[in-house]
């Protein structure tokens, strides 16, 4: 080990990050007079914005830790939930996205409540905001602290939890979603360099690739890894994690909202194809460096150093620097899209919708106070997380078990016109019960031993036959009243005569080919 000295230069670039993103957060934020310029930036964003801050939204500070450390315990296996949202998002592009922004809906549960009615609004509505608060919040700011406790490991975990959330907070609640995405460009494109330089450096530290081959002779240089594995087993990436992905990149507010944004649809689709191209630089940028490092260093005692001492060991001050500014920039981004996600969902879903005639400025004040009391309670519950040891365990596996059913629901509605409201709504109460009472079972008291992908899976299955038989058991809705909200195959012939008559470059489903194409060509390669 070299000198492993954070130095004054290194926290000063980090500073003045931190300055010229509240800053820029706050100048962007000015005059947001209408709910739709709060919550949605107006409609206005374009393709890069909307690709660059679905990008930065996915990150967290720990991905750089937790993917190096996977990369080098466990190999390329963690690489999955990188590649397969990539195609996902071609499905979002083609099957969802169409649907929302013709819809014109604020949030996902508003879109819900027009395909069925507003039982389902609600329940979604209130699953997003409790997760948001106490699951994705909590756990960005937590992960995020125990990040920077291994760069600075006197640091007491409460401080940069606390200055992390203030930050954040500043910005998210003074600009709403224009002000989060323009800073979501700055620290997603502060995120690739930090990764970037960080691979570079192991790359020219070690003496080949073959020594990486032989300090991972166990196969777990293949992405796929055997059924029965703890982790990633195969057949568990093209089922449970395809059931989360789509929960997540199609059906997740904190995601979509950023495609409401678009100005348009086609810059909601070229901006979502964008970002799944930036989720395939997670194997170089986040995964080698971690493989890598168990070629210089064999013997650390945690996988979870990995990325800490390639940082600290190979980088000198100054790049030290951008990496720690890289791994804010995560945090701070994540913490931002939840933030706006809760306030849009609290805001539009319950107040505009039980008190249509509040004024649009009284909604961006409700909207405001909403994001500082979500980052407030999040960050109460972020510091105490610790005191429950395995808990940040626990919720890291809360997607396996409860979103099956709100998957089923959007999928099946989409899909199957006869999908009723009454069948919507019981598959989500149901499936959240069923899936809450799993997760306990399983995860925390080991009743059960069933791998989560799998689980996730299964309930997926069981939510679904829920959905088909009260459906079929129950009146559907007029046709004349959902054909708007369900896909049929004349709407791509439509839209394959519409696109004829484009230039090629303009057609997005040349880049969804291309996107495809280049995924499964990183797939062939590490296969």
């Known amino acids: 080990m070299g000198n492993t000295d954070i130095s004054y230069l290194d926290v000063g670039i980090v500073g003045l990050y931190i300055v010229l993103t509240l800053l820029i957060g706050v100048y962007v934020g000015k005059r947001k007079k209408s709910a739709d310029e709060y919550f949605l930036a107006g409609r206005s964003l374009t393709w890069p914005v909307v690709g660059f801050s679905l990008y930065a939204t996915n990150l967290s500070g720990a991905s750089f830790i937790g993917l190096a450390g996977a990369g080098y315990s466990s190999g390329l296996a963690f690489y999955s939930h990188e590649w397969v949202p990539a195609l996902i998002l071609i499905v ?7 649907f929302y922004m013709r819809s014109g809906v604020s949030t996902l549960p508003e879109f819900l409540e027009r395909r069925y009615d507003e039982r389902s609004r609600v329940v979604l509505s209130g699953f997003t905001i409790v997760t948001n608060v106490f699951i994705d919040c909590a756990i960005a700011l937590y992960a995020g602290a125990l990040v920077f406790q291994a760069f600075f490991p006197h640091m007491p975990l409460w401080l940069p939890i ?22 979501d460009v700055i620290q997603a494109i502060v995120f690739l360099v930090g990764g970037a330089i960080v691979f570079f450096a192991a790359l020219a530290a070690i003496p080949s690739w073959d020594a990486v081959e032989r300090a991972a002779p166990g196969g777990e240089l293949s992405i796929f890894q055997p059924a029965d594995d703890a982790q990633v087993p195969w057949p568990g990436v093209f089922t449970g994690l395809v059931v989360i992905g ?23 689709r070229n901006g979502a194809l964008f970002g799944g191209f930036l989720k395939l630089t997670g194997i170089a940028i986040m995964i080698l460096p971690g493989s890598m490092a168990l070629v210089l260093y064999p013997d650390l005692s945690n996988p979870d150093e990995a990325f800490p001492t390639l940082t600290l060991d190979l980088l000198p001050s100054g790049l030290r620097g951008v990496v720690l500014a890289a791994v804010l920039a995560g945090i701070m981004s994540t913490v931002a899209g939840v933030l706006n996600s809760a306030s849009t969902l609290l805001t539009m879903d319950f107040v505009a919708k039980y008190r249509p005639r509040t ?6 004040l409700i909207g405001r106070a909403t994001a500082a009391g979500v980052i407030a309670v999040s960050t109460v519950w972020a510091t105490q997380m610790h005191r429950f040891g395995t808990l940040f365990v626990y919720l890291q596996s809360v997607l396996s078990y409860l979103v099956p059913p709100i998957v089923a629901v959007f999928l099946f509605g989409l899909l199957w016109k006869r999908t009723t409201r009454h069948g919507a709504f019981w598959t989500l109460l149901s499936g959240l019960v069923v899936g809450a009472v799993g997760l306990l079972a399983n995860e925390v008291y080991g009743m059960l031993d069933i791998q989560a992908l799998y689980a996730a899976a299964i309930l997926f299955v069981g939510s679904s036959l829920v959905l088909v038989t009260v459906s079929l058991a129950t009146e559907p809705l007029p046709d004349d009243e959902v054909a708007a909200y369900v896909w049929r195959p004349q709407l791509w012939r439509d839209e394959s005569r519409e696109l004829a008559g484009k230039p090629w470059y303009v057609n997005y489903r040349v880049y969804a080919a291309l996107l495809f194409l280049t995924t499964l060509g990183v797939v062939v390669t590490f296969a």
């Open 92 to 98: 979002f592009v083609v099957l969802f996205l169409p």
């Open 162 to 183: 606390v200055v992390m959330a203030v930050l954040t907070g500043v910005y998210t609640v003074f600009g709403g979603l224009k002000s989060v995405a323009v800073n």
């Open 246 to 268: 789509i929960y997540f990149w199609c059906t997740n507010q904190v995601i979509v909202q950023r495609t409401l944004g678009a100005k348009s649809l086609d810059h909601g």
């Open 359 to 364: 004024a649009q400025r009284t909604l961006v």
